[in-house]
């Protein structure tokens, strides 16, 4: 691990990790993967810019050598753990399927290098190609944080938009049992896919419910799985992340989303994780980014030990 004192040296890459193309030949603990793709956003359009805007951002946060010290066990995290960046993937603009393709092959390959994979979007249509990379794995869940169900069969006529990605996912992949998603609200949830995610027996969480009872929705969190965690920047508070395409009042506090985080993390085995839809040319502050990018150095710390 590179470590400088300054936030703000260059060459930017993910927590200052060395940047190692998946056409090299390497292993690592963890490997990080970017996705510039926001060609289906159904709005406000931007996500594409995030995995430059989190490698420069993810500076501030780059662990010492020894890891990240923690006051509260007195101990290091993330100690040891080797952590590689390895670029982006080329979408092929409007050409959806050869993008999707191209998701899923190089996250096929990260999965074979490293132990953790963590995918940086791109907006959230690409958490189906991604998942695709997992059809090898049996049994396993999707804990997916976000505002919006994500769902649809189809809006407007479009069937791979990033209202979607769950319902393709499910459609196709056997293994995935079971999705809980968690911080759901706004005013146009589609009731069509809200009944067909209840059918098939997901647990749908409103933010609402986890404001009233934050131990309750913990307990009610899968246990002992292979668990792929799905996180949309919007889940959060639009005043903590006001960067993404469709923020959403009302949202989970930083310190709920940790809770929550750490419960699904510290009770599974995780094998992947993706960001997603969040947009650094919404946010002039540049907030966003810095809460994404401090977001994926405490999940880091917390799946590491
Ligand atoms: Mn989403």
Same mark, same amino acid.
């Given at each position: 691990m590179r470590h400088t004192?300054?936030?703000?040296?260059?060459? =930017?890459t993910f927590l200052k990790a060395p940047h190692k193309p998946l056409t090299d030949n390497w292993t690592a603990d963890i490997g990080f993967l970017g996705l510039p793709y926001d060609f289906a956003v159904g709005y406000r359009p931007g996500a594409r810019f995030a995995p430059n805007a989190l490698r420069e951002a993810s500076g501030r946060y780059a662990p010492a050598p020894e890891g990240y010290f923690d006051i509260e066990t007195e101990t290091y995290r993330l100690a040891g753990a080797s952590l590689v960046d390895a670029g982006d993937v080329d979408p092929a603009q409007l050409e959806h399927l050869e993008s999707f393709r191209r998701i899923t092959a190089a996250a096929r390959d990260l999965r074979r290098r490293v132990k953790l994979p963590v995918f940086v979007g791109g907006d959230h249509s690409v958490s189906y190609p991604l998942l695709k990379a997992f059809d090898d794995i049996d049994e396993f869940c999707v804990v997916q944080f976000d505002a919006?169900?994500?769902?649809?069969?189809?809006?407007n006529g479009t069937?791979? =938009?990033?209202?979607s990605p769950f319902r393709r996912a499910v459609e196709e992949l056997s293994g995935l049992k079971h999705i809980t998603v968690l911080g759901l609200r706004g005013l146009r949830t589609s009731q069509e896919a809200f009944v067909a995610a209840k059918a098939r027996g997901h647990s749908l969480v409103s933010s609402k419910e986890i404001k009233t009872d934050l131990d309750k929705v913990i307990s009610l969190l899968p246990k002992g799985k292979k668990v792929y965690i799905s996180f949309?920047?919007?889940?959060?508070?639009p005043s903590l992340a006001p960067g993404t395409s469709s923020p959403e009042l009302e949202g989970l506090s930083y310190g709920e989303v940790l809770s929550l985080l750490k419960a699904s993390i510290e009770h599974n085995e995780l094998v992947g994780f993706d960001l997603t839809e969040l947009a650094p040319n919404l946010d002039p502050t540049g907030l966003t980014s810095l809460v994404g990018a401090r977001l994926l150095a405490e999940m880091l710390a917390m799946y590491w030990r």
């Open positions: 004192e300054l936030s703000f040296t260059g060459p =930017a919006h169900l994500d769902f649809s069969d189809s809006r069937r791979y =938009a990033n209202s949309d920047i919007d889940v959060l508070e």
